[in-house]
């Protein structure tokens, strides 16, 4: 049983960075499919950034469309967490944002954390 904790969302304005952290406790995130997931008031819950297991999967980092070349996310194995860089803010980002974490049938989701992009 693993358990996700983010950190790292506030109040941020327009054009302004954020980095968000996914601690991971119970399992190791190298054998993990990572992603970072948002959800804006009255909107679906929708995928950001993903990373798949180095170990299980490979394969590069994916970005919706929307935050390509603003957003990176990023894995320090060591650490145990998961980290989503977030540059060039836009108030259409802001939403409360999630950790999720796969391996095979098992899917873990942390408790959001929120950011919001205003002036």
């Keep these: 049983q693993a358990q996700l904790a983010e950190s790292g969302g506030g109040l941020?304005?327009?054009?302004?960075?954020?980095?968000l952290s996914c601690?991971?406790?119970?399992?190791?995130?190298?054998?993990?499919?990572?992603?970072?997931?948002?959800?804006a008031p009255g909107e679906q819950r929708d995928l950001v950034a993903s990373m798949p297991s180095p170990?299980?999967?490979?394969?590069?980092?994916?970005?919706?469309?929307?935050?390509?070349?603003?957003?990176?996310?990023?894995?320090?194995?060591?650490?145990?967490?998961?980290?989503?860089?977030?540059?060039?803010?836009?108030?259409?980002d802001t939403a409360v944002y999630y950790c999720r974490a796969t391996f095979g049938e098992y899917d873990f989701w942390g408790q959001?954390?929120?950011?919001?992009v205003s002036s």
């Design 12 to 19: 941020v304005q327009p054009g302004g960075s954020l980095t």
């Design 23 to 39: 601690a991971v406790l119970g399992s190791s995130i190298r054998v993990m499919n990572m992603g970072w997931y948002r959800q």
């Design 55 to 92: 170990i299980t999967s490979g394969g590069p980092a994916t970005y919706a469309d929307s935050v390509k070349g603003r957003f990176t996310i990023s894995r320090d194995n060591t650490e145990n967490t998961v980290y989503l860089q977030m540059t060039s803010l836009k108030p259409e």
């Design 112 to 116: 959001g954390t929120q950011v919001t």
